[in-house]
């Protein structure tokens, strides 16, 4: 590869999320370990409340104007219905509302998606502890870590071409990674208040 291909992939605005979020997300992983998902039913259905209301937030964000225009497949996307089953087969109703989405537009929003949807490709370790430790599946209790029917790779590829065709400029790719981080730390701030979460 030259040095100008590599500049030219280094811009797209995938590479850019990937790198600029990097540090946030190895701050998920510090949480999610320090959250201990895993270590009791109660625990998990505290989790699975906090993955219902991200995902209520991400669906909100694909009605904003200009969203579908740009993630086509968004049909296929979120996974609120599964985390609202799981709850169900958890024995929690969720009493909340989210309110997060009401003040984010594009093209931040994208970001908050990029989030969601990245988080789908971790969600394969977190859905195997979850058989493991818990017998937890894709039919009972973690409907929402199991893949999209497509196959995680496949959705999530589409997903990044999507993002690098979008043809956004310097500033427009600046405020999508804001929104990626105020996602992170969104979810983050979740994850530290399990408990409270109701
Ligand atoms: C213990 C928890 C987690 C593990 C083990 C994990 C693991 C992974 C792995 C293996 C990938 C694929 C990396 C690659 O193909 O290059 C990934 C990607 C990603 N994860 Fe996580 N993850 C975790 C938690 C989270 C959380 C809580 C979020 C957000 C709420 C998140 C957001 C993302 C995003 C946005 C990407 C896409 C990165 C990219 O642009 O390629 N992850 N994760």
Redesign the pocket.
Known sequence: MNAATEQMIANQL?QR??HETATE?ER??KL?AEAAVFSSKERYTQFTLSQYYFQKEIEHLFEKQGVAELIPDLGIRGRSQQALADLQDLGLQPKGEPLQSKNIEMPEALGWI??SE??T??AA??FKEAQKRLGFSETFAARNLAAYPEGRAKVWKRFVQALDEAGFDQSQQDRVIQGALDA?GY?GHALNRLDEMH
């Open positions: 995938s999320l990937k997300h998920m992983h999610m990029y989030v990245g988080s490709l971790g370790f977190l992170f979810f």
